[in-house]
């Protein structure tokens, strides 16, 4: 399976502040997704991210509040924007597998604390 | 839509067998994942079914009934460490993401 880091692990920011999350993967890969986990709670997807063509969002997540770049095979970023409190959460980047593209794989996750 | 369904949390002595089982309901079905979840990780990557029956891996196995729209997750021998969170979630045709439960927290007690 593919090795998949993020940055910055954990942080806590103000309300109105914007942070970006990094996720860098050691493969290429079609396919990059970003999941929310709220505490106590599963995971839920944001978006998919696919190299070269916007990001496509979930019901309930817009572009506005957080945009994703996806430069390139192996890296993506999303930005939590104007954060408020409900947006402390365990933020999770994951890849399809290889070779089996069904299985997702996830990074170490970044958990985010709003005051 | 989607619907997966598994209890919430579940408790078992050390050596013993658990069963945690997850219900769903979807259209287009494209597998059935369990991953394990210990607390602040990420979650891990334990089974896939896609087919009916059962997938032994080590000491855990996966069984998917598709016409019941039902799966469980099986752990034998169990382990202090297996005390975790257990996910489980369905792939969706036409969709590359995975629909995740809410998840079922087991604590393994000696």
Redesign the interface.
């Known amino acids: 399976s593919a090795v998949i880091s993020q940055k910055p692990s954990r942080d806590i920011c103000q309300r109105g502040t914007s942070l970006t999350i990094q996720c860098q993967v050691d493969s290429q890969v079609t396919m990059m997704f970003w999941y929310r986990q709220q505490p106590g709670q599963s995971l839920t997807l944001i978006a998919t991210a696919n190299q070269g063509s916007e990001a496509t969002y979930e019901s309930g997540f817009v572009i506005d509040k957080f945009p994703i770049s996806r430069p390139n095979l192996t890296f993506s970023t999303l930005t939590v924007s104007n954060m408020s409190p409900e947006d402390s959460s365990i933020y999770l980047c994951s890849v399809e597998g290889q070779p089996r593209q069904e299985t997702q794989y996830f990074g170490p996750g970044t958990r985010l604390l709003v005051l | 839509g989607q619907n997966i369904d598994q209890p919430t949390e579940m408790t078992a002595t050390e050596g013993a067998i658990v069963q945690i089982n997850c219900t769903y309901q979807t259209s287009g079905f494209?597998?059935l994942?369990w991953y394990q979840q210990h607390a602040?990780?990420?979650?891990?990557?334990l089974s896939?079914n896609?087919l009916d029956g059962l997938e032994e891996k080590g000491r855990f196995s996966s069984f998917l009934s598709r016409s019941k729209g039902y799966s469980y997750l099986l752990l034998k021998e169990l382990q202090m460490k297996d005390s975790a969170s257990y996910?489980c979630?369905v792939?969706q045709t036409g969709a590359?993401?995975?629909?995740?439960?809410?998840?079922t927290r087991l604590t393994v007690i000696p």
């Open positions: 494209n597998g994942f602040g990780e990420a979650p891990t990557f896939y896609v996910l979630a792939g590359n993401n995975l629909f995740f439960g809410t998840g």
